[in-house]
């Protein structure tokens, strides 16, 4: 069985989708790609003039993943450009952060926010206060739940990354041609995130029916989304799980064939923990997948100690985001794709959904160096 795991790590990908967006950690060029561009061209050649004395407030949560950096310097780089003034603020995954530096946006003229929340639920009161002072607010790749203060949500296909992920351990586990059987952990997102939940249900539509017929054994039993799940997306909380799960039930000879990890971070810690238990690249270690394609999941993917991760293009993101506030600030309405995935307790927000790529080691020069994305010696 290792023998065969051994393969799948360094077997082909065949499963691309289209462009669209993840992670960073060394400043690559913020150059958007051409479908990108067009959205950022078409708009500064008309919106210059009505975007003078304009300012988008852009909350971010964290400067703590690399991706984040990156989709707020794209937004920023492409508002300015466009004539806008923006106030660009991470809040350091602080929740109560989050709400003052929404608040100060609200009071200091904001025209209109992008918020990517970090707690969604904590924003309800500051997004009605935006709402009484007629500021539109922009859900950026997380859904702001419970509020009908939100106008529209700018994301990649969530529910598709998992199935990506999904898709690859079918794939290169050798799944439907019945091999197997394989021992498999699952972790998900954060429970507070509703993105983890259409990542969790994408994937576990193209794994459940490897596990009800045993192709696939959880060794732990735990499937249930509150038993997954990691808050905050934590390496340190991921990795913790993943040593509690070796010493509570691998110490008896077993071995762990494939970790589903729904983010690079997790990844991290899910490694650290089975180099800490003896597990060798190249020897006994299982599968790993991630997300958002960062520059230290991409050198592991290189070394072997990940299988693959999902790709997701930040610039064409904040290109969509940006014709979105520019549509909204000019009184238009912006492009939409989806008009029903997307129910948050009080509305169905209006959506545009961005494409994800799976990259492994066979499409890291195609996807991320040809695009420009990344410099061969960002990963190098």
Not at 65 to 81: H, P, V
Not at 320 to 340: F, R, S, Y
Request: aromatic letters at 6%; proline letters at 3%.
């Amino acid at each position: 069985m290792n023998r065969v795991l051994k393969s799948i790590v360094g077997a082909t990908l065949s499963l691309c989708v289209l462009v669209s967006a993840a992670a960073c950690t060394s400043a690559p060029t913020n150059t958007a790609p051409a479908n990108a561009g067009t959205d950022s061209q078409a708009a500064s050649s008309s919106a210059a003039p009505s975007a003078k004395g304009k300012k988008v407030g852009v909350a971010m949560p964290t400067k703590s993943s690399e991706r984040w950096i990156r989709d707020g310097n794209n937004m920023k780089d492409q508002l300015e450009k466009l004539g806008y003034a923006v106030d660009l603020q991470y809040a350091e995954d602080d929740v109560q952060a989050q709400v003052s530096q929404i608040e100060n946006m609200i009071t200091s003229g904001a025209n209109c926010l992008v918020v990517a929340s970090i707690d969604s639920s904590a924003l309800v009161n500051v997004l009605e206060e935006a709402k009484k002072n007629s500021i539109p607010v922009i859900a950026y790749d997380r859904l702001l739940m419970d509020t009908d203060a939100v106008s529209y949500y700018a994301t990649f296909d969530n529910k598709g990354v998992g199935t990506l992920i999904g898709k690859y351990i079918e794939e290169k586990a050798g799944l439907k041609d019945g091999k197997g059987p394989y021992n498999i952990e699952l972790f998900a997102g954060s429970p507070d995130d509703n993105n983890a939940h259409f990542l969790n249900t994408g994937a576990m539509e193209v794994l459940q029916p490897y596990i009800d017929d045993g192709k696939l054994k959880v060794v732990s039993g735990q499937t249930d989304f509150d038993k997954i799940c990691i808050l905050r997306w934590s390496q340190e909380t991921a990795q913790k799980r993943m040593e509690d799960l070796l010493s509570g039930y691998y110490s008896t000879g077993k071995d762990v064939d494939i970790v589903l990890s729904p983010f690079d971070g997790i990844s991290y810690g899910i490694a650290a923990a089975l180099e800490g238990a003896g597990y060798k690249v190249g020897e006994k270690w299982p599968m790993i997948t991630g997300q958002d394609a960062e520059t230290m999941a991409v050198k592991n993917i290189q070394s072997g100690k990940q299988s693959m991760t999902v790709f997701k293009d930040t610039r064409v993101l904040a290109a969509k985001c940006v014709t979105m506030v520019q549509a909204v600030l000019e009184g238009k309405e912006p492009e939409i794709n989806d008009k029903t995935s997307y129910n948050n307790g009080k509305l169905v927000v209006p959506s545009y959904l961005c494409n994800p790529v799976a990259i492994d080691k066979d499409n890291i020069q195609k996807e991320l160096i040809d695009s420009g994305y990344y410099k061969q010696s960002d990963i190098s």
